[in-house]
């Protein structure tokens, strides 16, 4: 039954949007008439796609799209037909995006296309891995199987870039609360001090001084402080949309210390696993490989993925084709190698995608173990000169009386 994107009134005057199940737009029209409201539009969802009106505020969320990925493979892994596995995802759904998402789908699966070509028409919300795990999984039959797989694939590296996140979440918290009592400090409570110490008429320590001019530099050069900086990173984010800037400053950042070897990690760690899933699922080693470069968010690394791709188009080895880059990690290269020798090439991807995830978040732990302390150390040795500055005159003045 196709579906259809509504937007009605109450009685009240109060606006209503949703998704409605109808064989028609009459019917459409009628079902929400029996609610009680008047419908204003009653657009079908495949329509509005073929008009170039896709959307609902922006793509699904990669948690989104993991809830529903699984929620799908258990359907199917019930021998539920997959027009009945959509419905119930489409009943299941929380959010307004997600519902009209695959209510979409679920209309155009019903008027006779494959889930594959349905879920083509949002690309942003279904990548290419995606797409082509599906369309393998119908090729083969097996449908649940590979959405079984799939939603496995799709939890785990939504769980790796959340588990980054949140070990940096705490840092930062504290960098920025630091940041902010700081400037509190010299903005508000040295000034007050200051005007006792101008009523002494005495020199003050060197420490001191230094406390008074950096005070009064930001309360009356803050602001511009602030402006050059959100213009600089304005102009730096703006320079990165040229392909050239791009690719030479995601090059240095693989260089970095620590942090260069942790983008480097996820991203080979993301392509091993999208290599993985995609052999282990009958799609052509090409295609697995066009698709696996698309899921690195490293322009550099992404280069190297491509002119590798060239290679095997040649008839170089993976492995081989991989290695005459420089970006990728050495244990993905001799993983490729040893699947490729012994015939087990998607067991070994897989592999060396959980090693290189173990290493990333092993990094990331001790990334975040160093980085506190150092923050609080810094926080507090700042508050200490500040505490200091504010005392010595205190002190020489308190010895001046005795």
């Known amino acids: 039954m196709p579906a259809y994107r509504f937007q009605a009134a109450d009685a009240a005057g109060v606006l209503h949007r949703g998704i409605v199940d109808a064989d028609s737009s009459r019917q459409a029209r009628a079902i929400i008439r029996e609610r009680g409201q008047t419908p204003i539009e009653v657009v079908a969802l495949s329509a509005e796609q073929n008009a170039g009106h896709i959307n609902l505020g922006g793509r699904l969320k ?3 799209l993991a809830l529903c990925t699984r929620q799908l493979s258990s359907l199917l892994t019930a021998r539920l037909p997959l027009e009945k596995a959509l419905n119930a995802v489409v009943e299941q759904a929380e959010s307004a995006r997600v519902r009209e998402r695959f209510a ?13 070509a349905a879920m083509a028409k949002f690309p942003r919300d279904f990548p290419d891995t995606y797409r ?5 999984g119908e090729q083969s039959g097996d449908l649940a199987q590979v959405m079984s797989r799939l939603a496995a694939y799709v939890e785990n590296r939504t769980q790796l870039v959340s588990k980054v996140k949140m070990a940096f979440t705490y840092p930062i918290i504290v960098a920025v609360v630091a940041v902010l009592v700081i400037i509190a400090l010299l903005t508000y409570v040295v000034p007050q001090v200051v005007q006792v110490f101008n009523q002494t008429r005495k020199d003050l320590p060197l420490l001191t001084l230094i406390l008074i001019r950096t005070s009064d530099f930001i309360r009356n050069w803050g602001w511009l402080v602030l402006l050059g900086l959100g213009g600089a990173w304005a102009a730096f984010h703006y320079s990165l949309k040229a392909p050239t800037a791009r690719l030479s400053f995601h090059s240095k950042l693989l260089n970095m210390p620590m942090f260069g070897r942790l983008v480097r990690g996820i991203n080979a760690a993301r392509f091993a696993s999208t290599l993985a899933i995609l052999t ?3 799609v052509p080693l090409i295609r697995a490989l066009e698709a696996g ?11 190297e993925v491509r002119e590798a791709l060239g290679r095997v188009r040649e008839g170089a080895p993976l492995a081989r084709a991989l ?5 990728l990690p050495p244990l993905l290269i001799h993983m490729t190698a040893s699947g490729e020798a012994t015939g087990e090439l998607p067991q070994m991807l897989e592999r060396a995608a959980e090693t290189l995830s173990q290493e990333v978040e092993r990094k990331t732990l001790t990334m975040t173990t160093l980085l506190e302390p150092i923050l609080i150390l810094v926080t507090g040795g700042i508050v200490l000169m500040i505490v200091l500055a504010v005392l010595l005159p205190i002190i020489e ?3 001046l009386v005795k």
């Not at 082509?132 to 393998?136: D, E, N, P, R, T």
């Open 62 to 64: 990669d948690a989104d």
């Open 104 to 116: 979409a789908v679920r209309s155009d699966v019903v008027s006779g296309q494959t889930l594959t």
């Open 132 to 136: 082509a795990l599906i369309s393998a």
């Open 280 to 282: 282990a699922s009958g």
């Open 293 to 303: 470069a698309d899921t690195l968010n490293n322009t550099a690394m992404k280069a």
């Open 323 to 327: 290695g005459a880059g420089k970006t």
């Open 397 to 399: 003045i308190n010895q």
